[in-house]
């Protein structure tokens, strides 16, 4: 009987051992994590929301090749991206386009509306 006692209290300790060695891989993991920002995109036509049909597309240029990210296709959207500088195009489909140079800085939020006339 105190053998079992013995082994019971070996495998709860185990057990503690490896939950509590799980909560510290988690942090660990959550540190190591990327650090965004936050994109928020609204479309506007003559000041409206542009319920019609849009698309953003969201890329940036690194040693003069553009690579996108992104495409979105409603007229308001929230994006997490790493911090840089983005071009960020919208399109309507009254053949009217913009195109925006936007910096993202980590952990912060920004709001770019364009309004299309």
Avoid: C
């Avoid at 650090?35 to 000041?47: E, F, R, S």
């Amino acid at each position: 009987m105190n053998s079992q006692k013995k082994y019971t209290l070996g495998v709860k300790g185990l057990l503690l051992i490896i939950l509590i060695s799980m909560g510290s891989f988690s942090t660990t993991h959550a540190a190591v994590k990327n650090v965004t920002g936050q994109l928020k995109l609204l479309a506007t036509i003559d000041n409206r929301p542009a319920f019609s049909s849009v698309i953003w597309k969201i890329s940036n240029s690194k040693a003069g090749v553009q690579k996108f990210f992104k495409t979105i296709y409603q007229h308001a959207a929230t994006v997490e991206l790493a911090p840089g500088t983005y071009h960020v195009t919208l399109s309507a489909k009254n053949n009217k386009s913009q195109t925006h140079k936007v910096t993202i800085v980590e952990r912060q939020q920004r709001t770019l509306t364009i309004n299309l006339r």
